[in-house]
Every structure is written in C-alpha cells, then in structure tokens.
C-alpha cells in the first residue's frame, strides 16, 4: 500500500504545483485553472491521508 | 475480492442493486435521447432534411448535453459505484451519498434539457452571451450543470468510501481498485470544474454577478476534463473486461498497471494548456510548451493499451494461438462486451491518430473550427468510449438483474457495424475539415454557394452517422432489455482463460508493439498531409478564441 499511497501523493504534489504556475501566471484569464487545479491537489492530498489510515487500519487486522 | 466480478454483483443488496440499475437505465436515456439529436444534425447538414438553423442548433444542443454531459459522466458513475463494491465485495458503504448524488445528477440532467428545449439554443458550452436576453433560461441551464457537478462530488464520494472500507478490512487494494480510487478523484475534480465555470453565469442571471466575461477560457477547463476523464475510465473499463471477460491479468503485475493508471492524473492537467492555441495573447513560449507537453497526453493511454494487448497475446499464444494477428481470433468475440471492447480498442487508435493533428499549434489555428473536430472527435466519443461503457454495462447489468442481453447474437455485431459508420462519418468529416467546411452549422450547402465536393462529403458524413447511430442505439437497446422483468435469464458466458497460468517461455508479444508504430506512422501522415492540403488552400488563419 505504501506504493499506492505515494502515487496519489505524487499526483497531489503534481497538481500544486501546477496550481502555483497558473496561480502566478502573468498572462490573463486564467486563475480558473490554479482554482480547479489546486482544488484536486487539495482532494488528492486529504484521498493519500485517508488512503493511509485506512491501509493502517487494514494492516493492523492482518 | 474472491471469484469473479458477476458473482459478486450477483451479491449485492437489493438496495445497492436498484441504485446502480436507476443510474444505468437513466444513462442510457440520456443516449438514446442524445444520439436522435445528433442523426438530426447529420440529416440536416447533409441538405436530407429541412430544417431551419434554430431547430438544428436546438438539436445539436441537445445531443451535447445528452451525451457529453449526462450519458458519460453518469454512467461513469454508475460503472464506478458498480465496480467500487465489486472490489471491496461487500457491497457500497454510503448508499445514501450515492443516491443523494445520483439524484442531484438527475436534477441536473432535466433542468438542463429542459432549458435547451426552447428559446435560444446555447450549444453545450452554455455561452452566457448567447442568453444575454434570457436570463431564466441561463439560470436553469447552468443550475443544471452545477447540479450536476455537486452530482459527481457525491457520486464518486460512496465509490472512495467503499474502496477505504475495502482497504481497512483487507489492507491492499488490487490494481483495478486503486484504478478506480483516481478515477473517482479526478470525477470529484471535474465536478468542482462544472461549479465553478458555470457559477458566474447563473450569478448574472439571478442578478448576482456581473456577465461573465472570461467563460470561454473557462470553459476549456471543464472541456479537458471531460476529453480525458472518460478515457481514463475506458482504459479502466478495458482493464477490468479482460480480466473479467477473458480472463487474463496484466503480465507486467498490479504495481506497473497502477503506475499507469496515476499517470493519467500525473500527464493530463499539464497538458490543458493546448484549449488556448487560438487566444491571440497567448505568448509564444507558453505556446511552444503547450505543444510540447501535448506530446505527453497519449502516454497513459498508449502504455495501457500496450500491457492489455501484450498480456492478450501472451496469454493467447500460451494457448496455441499462432501466426502474428492469428491469435486474435481466440478472444471471445461471441461474447458481446468483447466485440465492443475490441472495436474500441481499434477506433481509440484512429482518434489518437488524428487527435495529434489537432493539439499542434500550427496546426489547431486552421482546424478547430471546422468539421475536422466532430470528424475525429467521434472516434474517441462514439467508437473508443460509449461502447466501452456500453460493454461494461453489458457485463454489469445482467449480472445485477439477472436477465440477459436481447438479441446477443445480433448485438455483438453492433460495434463492427458502429466503426464502419465511424470510418464513413469520420473519415469524410476530416477530410471536410482539411477542406474548410466549417463546424457548427446546419447548412453546409450554404444555399448552394458552397464547393460540390462539401455536399459530397457531407452526404457520406450523414450516411455514415445513420449507420453508427444505428448500431450504437441497438447495442444500447440489447443492454437495456436487461432492464425489463420478465426477459429470460443470463445465458452462461464463454469460459474464461485460465489467467494465472503462466506463459509459455519467450513467447512473443508482436501486436501492441506494431500498433504503436502504426500509430505513430499515422500521426505523422495525417500531420503531413493536413499541411501539404492547407498550403494549397487560398485561406489565412485568424485568432478566433472557440477552440474546440
């Protein structure tokens, strides 16, 4: 699980940091992507947290 | 996870069931309603039906929202709810959320057709401009499309509850499963996308806002998610019928396929940057590294198809099958979600073909607004997606309802018969495009004025589009009579290979390999040529801020 769980993280961390190069773009219109963009990197970040409790969890019944 | 995916759909509670049947028979009207629309469209643009431009623009509206909108994303939903409790094989935690999600979705869908029924038709995109004189209309409509975005945050949110369930009893989630934990995430992103684009127009039209001024560069943030979610989830759908329906699992082990699969999340954002080659500020670096991450798009999509075909070939060779295509013919054809798999696979090599045409920057000035755009566009919307989604219902529904298709025998020859419509549909509408007939236009004649080769292509456009709306509604129909009581029970399926055996030493994998390479030869003939015949056009190309 430690593999699936970086691999969401990674995503989140993908998304950031495209969220932060729209955000400080300096051509107009389109701060729409740095929302929807950090929005998922947001997601991402608390599914990798909630992925990696529940894998805790799931390894401590095993 | 014990046993096979039927059996444990065939497990579900009654009230899990009958969330994923409602989900599935709603999705398939918005299809069925969606594809009359579009054969509207074709008849008329052919000059085989007489319509005033109003009326054609009015089904063309409705055949977007229908499918673009509510047919894919619902059925996603529908395949991802299905698929989440199959995993976790204890059915769906949050039925409720499910339900809740489904219902706002389906809010969504009436109010929005509803609003496209009459009035001004504001084409899928709901440009707000459009409806400067109809406020009510706009607030309906885009209080549909945020409905349904708020749809596909709770949908998605009772797939992810039930796969942690999954990992908290079991401690793991298989490759299939982890695929679906991103799907269901990257869902959740594209219904935050719907809200916030669509927001500002309902705003303004409750006199809360001012008119949105940016909604077209907006808007391509929803337009990417909706181009690559639905591939992603048919890479997914792809993955699971071959384990499902053949029998064979990835050669290359569960760790490379989820590699793959948070790919899509990893190359696909960066790579929205090509919906902005039309807006004439954009500057030129910013437009040479569009074109460039652009490259990176296919990569998930390539790599997928490249372990699903290695892994069939492999398996199959193990089991006799010789020659270099010849073992092609041991899948189970007869098996309907086989055939349509099967013939997505071949249409999604033909979109990509084209589709990297039209994500160069050069290239995509001349070309978005032209009928090039529905002619490729339909190989990945008709021939890659909806009948990978329609093979996956094929699979899940009878094993919900415990009836079988209608006609299966009939039915597993509707996607031969869908991609040769496609070829005739898409392949004369990318030669209209590379020739300027212009998209979104009912009369393409232009009242005669037009070149005789446009009404000639345009006629094999319209044939074309009769032959694989046709297949695509049979097929569906097939599907759906799985929704009616009192329809015989499921008739057993093809064995399955057995998975785990292992292959046969040094057996080769030819097929995907060659594929690619067709693939790549493609991209660069159909690349070549679409220059070589715009050189010879007396036209020059202007910054014109649709896209596509």
Request: charged letters at 10%.
């Amino acid at each position: 699980m430690k593999f699936d769980i970086t691999l969401i993280f990674t995503v989140a961390a993908v998304w950031a940091a495209l969220a932060l190069a729209y955000a400080l773009a300096p051509w107009s219109g389109m701060i729409g992507y740095a929302w929807v963009w950090g929005f998922g990197a947001a997601l991402f970040l608390a599914l990798g947290l909630a992925l990696r409790r529940a894998a805790r969890i799931g390894e401590g019944r095993a | 996870m014990n046993g096979p995916l039927v059996d444990r759909l065939a497990a579900l509670s009654p009230g899990d069931r009958r969330l994923l049947v409602a989900m599935s028979s709603i999705s398939l009207l918005a299809l069925l309603g969606g594809i009359a629309g579009g054969v509207g469209v074709a008849l008329a643009r052919a000059g085989w039906i007489d319509l005033i431009p109003e009326a054609g623009y009015r089904l063309l509206t409705l055949h977007g929202v229908g499918i673009f909108f509510y047919w894919l994303f619902l059925v996603q939903g529908a395949i991802l709810l299905a698929l989440a409790a199959g995993e976790g094989g204890r059915g769906l935690v949050g039925r409720g959320l499910g339900w809740a999600g489904f219902a706002l979705v389906l809010s969504g869908m009436v109010m929005s057709l509803g609003a496209a029924s009459g009035g001004t038709p504001l084409l899928y995109d709901g440009n707000p401009e459009l409806a400067a004189h109809e406020p009510g209309r706009l607030a309906a409509f885009n209080a549909g499309y945020i409905l349904l975005g708020l749809g596909l945050i709770a949908l998605p949110a009772a797939g992810v509850a039930t796969l942690l369930a999954a990992v908290r009893r079991a401690g793991s989630l298989s490759a299939a499963g982890f695929a679906l934990f991103a799907w269901a995430g990257f869902l959740m992103v594209s219904g935050f996308a719907m809200i916030y684009v669509f927001l500002p127009g309902l705003l303004w039209a409750l006199g809360l806002g001012d008119m949105p001024a940016n909604h077209g560069t907006n808007w391509h943030i929803v337009f990417h998610n909706m181009h690559y979610l639905p591939l992603m989830a048919t890479v997914i759908v792809w993955y699971v019928l071959m384990q499902e329906v053949v029998g064979v699992k990835s050669i290359f082990g569960a760790r490379f396929s989820k590699l793959i699969f948070a790919a899509y999340l990893v190359f696909v954002p960066p790579t929205s940057l090509y919906h902005m080659f039309l807006e004439p500020d954009l500057p030129g670096a910013v437009r040479i590294a569009g074109s460039l991450l652009s490259l990176f798009v296919s990569v998930p999509t390539l790599t997928a198809f490249l372990i699903i075909v290695a892994s069939l070939e492999v398996h199959a060779r193990a089991r006799g099958g010789r020659g270099l295509f010849g073992w092609i013919g041991a899948l189970p054809w007869r098996e309907p979600a086989m055939a349509a798999a099967g013939f997505a696979v071949v249409n999604m090599a033909f979109g990509i073909v084209l589709a990297f045409v039209l994500i160069q920057a050069e290239l995509a000035p001349l070309l978005s607004d032209t009928f090039f755009v529905p002619g490729y566009f339909h190989f990945f919307t008709v021939g890659t997606v909806s009948l990978s989604f329609l093979a996956a219902l094929a699979l899940i529904l009878p094993a919900l309802t415990g009836r079988g298709l209608a006609l299966p025998g009939v039915a597993r020859f509707m996607p031969h018969l869908a991609t040769l419509g496609l070829l005739s549909f898409g392949g004369a509408g990318v030669v209209a495009g590379y020739l300027g007939v212009p998209r979104r236009v009912i009369d393409a004649g232009y009242g005669g004025e037009a070149p005789a080769l446009w009404a000639t292509l345009m006629g094999w456009v319209a044939a074309g589009g009769l032959v694989m709306a046709m297949a695509l509604m049979l097929f569906a129909l097939s599907v759906a009579a799985t929704l009616l009581p009192g329809r015989a029970s499921v008739a057993a399926m093809s064995p399955r290979w057995d998975g785990t055996a292992p292959p046969r030493p040094g057996a080769a994998a030819l097929v995907g390999p060659l594929g690619v390479l067709v693939i790549v030869i493609g991209m660069y003939g159909a690349t070549a040529a679409g220059f070589e015949l715009m050189r010879a056009l007396p036209v020059e190309a202007v910054g014109g801020g649709h896209a596509h």
